[in-house]
C-alpha cells in the first residue's frame, strides 16, 4: 500500500472513532508534537511499537510505547 492511501486509511480509522475512544484535538498535537522530534520515529512510523503515531495517538488510552522515556 502506498503512504498516502495508508495516511488516507488512518485518517478514515480516526474519523470513525467515537468521542470516548478518541483523543481531544489538543492532546492529539500535543502527542505527535512529541513524536515529531523523537529519534524513534521513522517515516511516520514508531520504531518502538511498529504503529503509525497518527493511529496510535488518536486512542485515548493509548500511550508512549517507550518504557524509559514515556512521551505522552
Ligand atoms: S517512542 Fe513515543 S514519542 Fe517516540 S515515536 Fe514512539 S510514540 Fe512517539
Given at each position: ?7 488516507e486509511?488512518?485518517?478514515?480509522r480516526i ?5 470516548k ?5 489538543e492532546?492529539?498535537?500535543k502527542?505527535?508534537n512529541?513524536c515529531?522530534?523523537c ?5 511516520g512510523?514508531c520504531?518502538?511499537c511498529?504503529?503509525?503515531?497518527e493511529f ?8 508512549c510505547?517507550?518504557a524509559k522515556?514515556r512521551?505522552w
Amino acid at each position: 500500500m502506498a503512504e498516502e492511501d495508508v495516511l488516507e486509511s488512518i485518517a478514515i480509522r480516526i474519523q470513525k472513532l467515537s468521542s470516548k475512544e478518541k483523543t481531544d484535538d489538543e492532546l492529539y498535537a500535543k502527542r505527535l508534537n512529541e513524536c515529531k522530534s523523537c529519534e524513534h520515529l521513522i517515516s511516520g512510523v514508531c520504531m518502538k511499537c511498529g504503529c503509525y503515531v497518527e493511529f496510535r495517538a488518536a486512542f485515548k488510552k493509548q500511550n508512549c510505547p517507550n518504557a524509559k522515556d514515556r512521551r505522552w
